[in-house]
């Protein structure tokens, strides 16, 4: 609690002007509910902010990519992150994320100089000839300017922006507690798994800051792809690459949103087409490491209807596990099979409470809905889209890890149209679903899955005599502890206390009662209105203690 408050404090002022953006946009009540305004002294006085009434005429959608635009570089890719998720948002909030373009104003090359020398150990002008200061393009992370090696090699530079690494990591920190506050002040968004949306996108854009790690990316793809023809990536120039700056081949090829001039080489953009859906297909089911962001900008045509794909900083990764739920989930998609897509989902939920007869239903409709449908007309994304739909509607969220990849199926389903209108992304699916089905029955694949789990066996009976002597050893050490974490044991104990307390007071009631009887049979000493003194006292005490049981056990009932 005291590092989160340091570092809170730390982050004060970009907090207030987060503050302040969010108030100019409408968003002034969601900061009070959070609890921020105590925390911004003047921001807290402004929380009917003037600015805010000329936009609250939109639609809230369209106020927080507003926002969203304004905060920068970190926010842009974090409302690109949530454009993926469609089983968290509706469809006008998916819409307005997915219209955030990470384009901002080039930064002038005098800027980046000093960087530049610290990473190349001289001047850039030395190093590179016919270098261009004027990028070719700009992000919020990096721009490229064109160069040459000194040998002639024409070649792209990647340069990071100066200090942004100081102000992602303050938006982080910030995003960080940003979320654990919505789940704390928000408890019905506990099940949207904030915490490790921040926390998995945080560690994505971070990759992304490392130049270098791009480079290696772009070697990974390069050897992945080694053996296939159509496919190619960017050589990278180690040497004189770092975490600030990338030296890539420079591709000669033609931009993938350009197909006019495509057509006019005479590139065939169906067979374009087919050879980027299989790369990624490959990528995601056969390797596990694939392009989290296949859209035409970041895709070159080359001669041979071939394609290039460039810009690899943001990947995703699928374990061995994982891709074969993919599998099983694309495989029940395409066969409109209910209880294999029934049983997927189920097991994403994890430890959701949820309604399977609910659940059930709603995949029975959804299936219905294209169970007439012939494959060709039926669109990849609006079938994601309508599955999405059903998880939020039963409080089921995609598993973060995945939100990556329905993200990439649908934007390559895009750009598959873009060069084809009757592309089908099924019909490249289907093989690649059943690679990975059949490879899981393969001799060799059963063999090694037996083989690791007799070694696993093994591995446990042997530790057995082990474990079991340190356990003895810790008994005779008084070193083990047994812990009993019995829920509701409070409640438990103070229900025992108060019966324990009424039969007590039952008891000594019939006992005055039993008591004063027998007084009342024996005849002399004081008397009251004419009855035994002690007899009578005695009825009165039981009297007004019968009355006190009566009610204690009438109020235990209301409460319960």
């Known amino acids: ?69 304004e905060l920068g570089p970190t926010f842009v890719k974090l409302g690109q992150v949530l454009a993926t998720r469609a089983d968290l948002f509706p469809p006008q909030w998916v819409s307005e994320f997915a219209k955030l373009q990470d384009k901002v104003p080039p930064v002038l090359f005098e800027e980046l100089l000093p960087d530049l020398e610290k990473a190349l150990g001289a001047s850039p002008f030395d190093i590179f000839n016919q270098l261009d200061s004027t990028p070719i393009a700009a992000a919020s992370i990096a721009q490229v300017h064109l160069a ?61 800051l490392d130049l270098a790690a791009e480079g290696r990316n772009t070697d990974r793809f390069a050897r992945n792809f080694k053996d296939d023809p159509n496919v190619s990536f960017a050589k990278i120039y180690w040497q004189h690459s770092s975490e600030i700056l990338l030296v890539m081949e420079r591709i000669n090829g033609i931009p993938g949103n350009d197909l006019v001039t495509a057509a006019e080489a005479g590139l065939d953009c169906k067979v374009m087409a087919g050879h980027g859906a299989d790369a990624i297909l490959k990528m995601v089911l056969i390797d596990g490491f694939f392009h989290a962001d296949p859209h035409p900008g970041n ?40 209880d294999a897509l029934l049983g997927v989902l189920i097991a994403w939920a994890g430890d959701v409470q949820v309604s399977e007869e609910k659940l059930a239903a709603d995949i029975d409709e959804f299936l219905c809905n294209y169970e007439s449908a012939p494959l060709k007309q039926i669109r990849f994304g609006d079938l994601l889209g309508d599955l999405t739909t059903v998880m939020r509607e039963n409080h089921l969220s995609v598993p973060p890890d995945l939100a990556m990849l329905f993200k990439a199926l649908v934007t390559l389903e895009g750009l598959g149209r873009q060069l084809n209108p009757d592309f089908q992304i099924v019909s490249h699916l289907t093989p690649f679903v059943k ?17 690791k789990g007799v070694m696993d ?48 007071l039952a008891l000594v009631t019939s006992a005055l009662i039993i008591g004063s009887s027998i007084v009342m049979t024996v005849k002399g000493g004081p ?19 019968g009355l006190k049981l009566v009610l204690s056990i009438w109020r235990s009932n209301r409460e319960d």
């Open 1 to 69: 609690m005291i590092r989160q408050t340091v570092s809170v404090m730390r982050d004060f002022g970009r907090m207030r002007e987060i503050a302040r953006i969010l108030m100019r946009y409408g968003w002034g009540d969601a900061i009070e509910r959070l609890g921020l305004s105590k925390n911004l002294g003047l921001a807290g006085k402004l929380l009917n902010f003037k600015g805010a009434e000329d936009v609250m005429h939109l639609d809230p959608a369209v106020r927080i990519r507003l926002a969203i635009e």
């Open 527 to 545: 008397t009251i209105l004419g009855l035994p003194a002690f007899g009578f006292l005695g009825f009165s005490l039981a009297s007004f203690l």
């Open 148 to 208: 040459e090696l000194q040998d002639g090699t024409p070649v792209v530079l990647k340069i990071r922006r100066p200090n942004i690494l100081k102000r992602i990591e303050a938006d982080l920190r910030l995003l960080s507690h940003l979320g654990r506050l919505l789940e704390n002040q928000m408890p019905e968004i506990r099940r949207f798994q904030l915490g490790k949306i921040i926390g998995q996108f945080a560690k994505s854009l971070r990759k992304e």
């Open 435 to 451: 690679h990975v089905i059949i490879s899981r029955y393969k001799p060799g694949a059963l063999l090694k899955r037996g083989r």
């Open 457 to 504: 066996a093994m591995g446990l009976l042997v530790s057995v005599p082990r474990d079991i002597g340190s356990l003895l050893k810790d008994l005779r050490r008084g070193k083990v502890k047994v812990e009993l974490d019995l829920k509701r044991l409070d409640h438990f104990g103070h229900q025992l206390d108060h019966s324990t307390n009424r039969l007590t």
């Open 299 to 338: 895709i070159f045509y080359l001669p041979d209807s071939r394609i290039a794909i460039i810009d690899c900083g943001m990947v995703g990764r699928i374990t061995k596990t994982r891709r074969d739920e993919i599998a099983d989930m694309l495989a029940a998609l395409v066969s409109r099979d209910y």
